[in-house]
């Protein structure tokens, strides 16, 4: 009797574990069949406002957006060399080629005959000086860029121009980037020479008074 009651219950156990095991199965069929009968979703398209898209930039605006940055550059490395050095540069001119030749012509034909120190006034006096300096400009150190207009032939309306070497025109801008190695040269040269004037004065004056420390009263 005890047999069959072991016996019934094994079987009773048997038949439960098949029933859990197929139960996850019948359950994964019938997702499977309803996820069929799904109508399927149609994917949309990733898209953007065309609106919102800037048009591509022409080769004119790409270099002309270098020089920019070029000139910023130098601006900033201008303004850190006059912070440490405590000194503006001279004017740096941007003559042209013709107007640089006139000038030199009109400079040696001063210093061969003095006579012709009219022809070399004349020539100054007729051109429009254009140059570039590191000067404070509204309290700031930066790169200016100056236009005095000519002596002779300007008109009533015709005034002086100081302007931030990155709002001058685009012309001015690239003569400046050619000659920028030539300015930094000289400004530097320029200091250079303006701290060892002003060594030597200090020295000259530390041995004055090494001498005067030896001064006998009798």
């Not at 574990?17 to 994964?28: C, D, G, N, T, V």
Request: glycine content about 2%; overall charge negative; proline content about 6%.
């Amino acid at each position: 009797m005890a047999i069959n009651l072991r016996a019934r219950q094994a079987v009773l156990h048997s038949v439960t574990s098949e029933q859990e095991a197929s139960a996850p199965k019948a359950r994964s069929e019938m997702d499977w069949s309803e996820a069929e009968k799904r109508p399927e979703v149609a994917k949309q398209p990733l898209a953007f406002p065309s609106n919102l898209i800037q048009p591509p930039k022409s080769q004119v605006e790409s270099y002309v957006e270098a020089i920019d940055d070029r000139i910023f550059q130098l601006n900033q490395k201008a303004a850190q060399l006059a912070l440490r050095f405590g000194l503006p540069s001279a004017p740096f001119s941007l003559l042209s080629d013709n107007e640089q030749a006139l000038f030199e012509e009109a400079a040696q034909a001063l210093k061969l005959n003095p006579e012709s120190s009219l022809f070399a006034a004349f020539v100054q006096s007729s051109l429009v000086r254009e140059y570039v300096a590191l000067e404070k400009l509204q309290g700031t150190w930066r790169l200016v860029f100056h236009r005095e207009p000519a002596v002779l032939g300007a008109g009533a309306s015709a005034q002086p121009v100081a302007v931030p070497l990155a709002e001058a025109a685009l012309e001015v801008r690239r003569r400046f980037l050619h000659a920028s190695e030539h300015f930094f040269r000289a400004y530097l040269g320029a200091c250079r020479a303006h701290l060892q004037e002003s060594r030597s004065a200090i020295d000259a004056a530390d041995a004055t008074l090494a001498i005067l420390e030896d001064v006998a009263f009798d």
